[in-house]
């Protein structure tokens, strides 16, 4: 069951949530000692898209008949282990907390993608916000000049602003460690500003006498929120030529290796929610082979965000959350792969003040049991990740069509928040 915590808990909860607004430009290693707590929250996703088996990551059963061709190793949390695959997250895994029992009731790619993004089933009359784009819509960074909402990564489904409205989309970067589309005109600094004279023109002709109705195109929001970014020295952080060449290589030559690389220099200029993606875990048939290359893009990288985000003191004021949209099944099948699994599956979160080292959840290591030790509901997870964002969970919002809906329905997991 999941904890029933007090509008009193939330408070707390919040206040404790809450900071100083960032600094910008991005702050320094010789500033750590001004952060942490004084910092206000950021979320990053690590987002597993394809549904990583729980198997062969970070809940391995080796030698039994489930188990597959992995074998488990130690990790720094005391008498926790995972797969073999992943050496070096196991090398950083106390920096987090570990959950085996999260459980959905979708099992099909877009509707789990949908689901593990909003803590929401999809429905037909309505589309849910993101946790991501409730984020920047409930607690906005002033000083960032660039998008607010990153994700790094050809993500089939990436996450949206639902009824909060388009522009809380994420600002989307295909190829990470370079700066992204539409960011540089294409034309000379001369031509651009009689272009842009031009439109004040025709935007002043049309707000005559319509000026409410103008205001709500948001047109001129947009254009002066384009301008400001374009310009400015907050885009350095989508470029990591500046990086040291053993860091990058720490981090791995891969689109998705470079995106948490880029991911950490966006959350030292303030950006409030990012999503790095790392496709391909679908693995219907040669399982084994499928997740061991996944693997060995996913363990480097990861393991050395953990350590980077720890040595420059972001940490504690970023939420990490490592996620797919659902598991593997227990059974092998004939193909050698292993099917959709939503009942009883991992992922990692930490940072932001949740516990540090925490095991919560287990499965059946023979898989005869479909559901988990402790289930883990999707929407109670993100009540507690909101909640740390110093967010009201519990909010209700007025959607376009008139319907009052909850940020998020679930409660907060008391045991997964330090100090509780």
Same mark, same amino acid.
């Given at each position: ?67 597959? @061709? ?24 106390? &920096? ?40 920047? &819509? ?142 391909? +875990? ?5 399982? &084994? ?9 996913? @363990? ?25 949209? +659902? ?11 292993? @099917? &959709? ?80």
């Amino acid at each position: 069951m999941s904890d029933q915590p007090s509008r009193r808990h939330f408070l707390r909860l919040m206040a404790s949530a809450c900071g100083l607004s960032f600094a910008v430009p991005g702050l320094d290693l010789r500033a750590a000692d001004q952060r942490g707590d004084e910092r206000a929250k950021s979320f990053l996703t690590i987002w597993l898209g394809g549904g990583p088996s729980q198997l062969e990551t970070w809940d391995p059963h080796p030698g039994t008949r489930i188990g597959g @061709d992995v074998t488990a190793i130690p990790t720094t949390i005391p008498g926790v282990e995972i797969a073999n695959l992943y050496p070096q997250v196991a090398e950083q895994l106390h &920096h987090v907390s570990l959950i085996r029992s999260l459980v959905s009731n979708e099992g099909d790619h877009e509707r789990a993608s949908y689901m593990l993004h909003t803590g929401y089933r999809p429905e037909p009359t309505l589309v849910h916000p993101s946790i991501g784009s409730i984020a920047i &819509h409930e607690r906005p960074s002033d000083g960032v000049e660039i998008p607010q909402f990153v994700a790094l990564g050809a993500a089939e489904f990436p996450p949206r602003g639902g009824f909060l409205g388009d522009r809380f989309d994420a600002y989307r970067v295909f190829n990470p460690g370079e700066t992204g589309q539409n960011i540089k005109p294409l034309v000379s600094q001369e031509r651009q500003g009689r272009r842009l004279a031009n439109l004040e023109l025709i935007s002043k002709s049309f707000e005559r006498g319509r000026r409410a109705k103008a205001e709500q195109t948001l047109h001129q929001h947009t254009v002066d929120a384009a301008l400001r970014m374009m310009t400015s020295e907050q885009l350095k952080a989508f470029s990591i030529e500046s990086e040291p060449a053993e860091l990058r290589a720490a981090y791995g030559d891969s689109p998705f290796g470079r995106g948490c690389l880029v991911a950490r220099r966006l959350l030292e200029v303030g950006v409030r929610s990012i999503e790095v993606s790392l496709s391909g +875990f679908d693995s219907h048939a040669n399982n &084994h082979e499928v997740q061991a290359a996944r693997a060995r893009t996913l @363990d480097p990288a990861l393991a050395t965000l953990l350590k980077d985000l720890v040595e420059r003191d972001l940490l504690q004021s970023t939420i990490v959350l490592v996620t797919g949209e +659902f598991g593997r099944t227990p059974t092998i099948n004939p193909l050698g792969g292993r @099917d &959709h699994w939503p009942s009883g599956f991992s992922c990692l979160v930490g940072g932001g003040g949740l516990r540090k080292g925490g095991l919560i959840g287990a499965t059946d290591p023979h898989g005869d049991e479909t559901r988990p030790e402790d289930p883990i509901e999707v929407a109670d997870l993100y009540a507690t990740i909101l909640g740390r964002l110093g967010v009201d969970y519990e909010k209700e919002v007025i959607t376009p069509i008139g319907r009052p809906m909850k940020l998020c329905s679930g409660r907060p997991i008391e045991r997964l928040i330090a100090g509780t």
